[in-house]
Structure formats: structure tokens, C-alpha cells
């Protein structure tokens, strides 16, 4: 395990071993995923993307959303 300091900037240094096993440079995206409990910091490859496809096949987007806001909004109070 890896520690690192978040800057005043709120940025979150990523240590050079890390970055080399993911392939991680300059430019690269991430997702920052936050599950209540821990934050988790997903580099978008290629391999990613496809292992999305078809995650909301079915969904109605709008409503979604609104589901997740209103928890969001009960969670906060």
C-alpha cells in the first residue's frame, strides 16, 4: 500500500509505480468513484470501457438520476 498527500489544489499525487503498472501518463483519464465508504481511482482504458458495455441497457437514464440525487440529498441530512 502506497501513501500520498492531497495538495492544496485538492490534487492527489499518484506514485510512479502505480502509474507505470496502469500504463498512466500525462493526460490519462481516471473515474473517481466514491461508494460511501472508500474512494476508488479507476484508470479508463480500453479494457475498461468494454467491460461497461451494456451496464445501463434498459435503464431510463432521467430517472435514474433523480433516484440518485434524491439519496444523495437524504444521505446529506
Do not use: F, W
Not at 498512466?24 to 480500453?46: C, F, R
Amino acid at each position: 500500500m502506497k501513501t500520498s498527500q492531497i495538495t492544496q489544489k485538492g490534487q492527489v499525487l499518484i506514485p510512479i509505480s502505480i502509474r507505470k503498472k496502469y500504463g498512466l501518463t500525462t493526460g490519462s483519464k481516471v473515474i473517481v468513484s466514491d461508494d460511501g465508504q472508500n474512494i476508488k481511482v479507476i484508470p479508463i482504458t480500453s479494457v475498461s470501457i468494454r467491460s461497461m458495455a451494456g451496464i445501463l441497457k434498459g435503464k431510463n437514464l432521467s430517472k435514474a438520476l433523480l433516484e440518485s440525487r434524491k439519496k444523495e440529498k437524504a444521505a446529506n441530512r
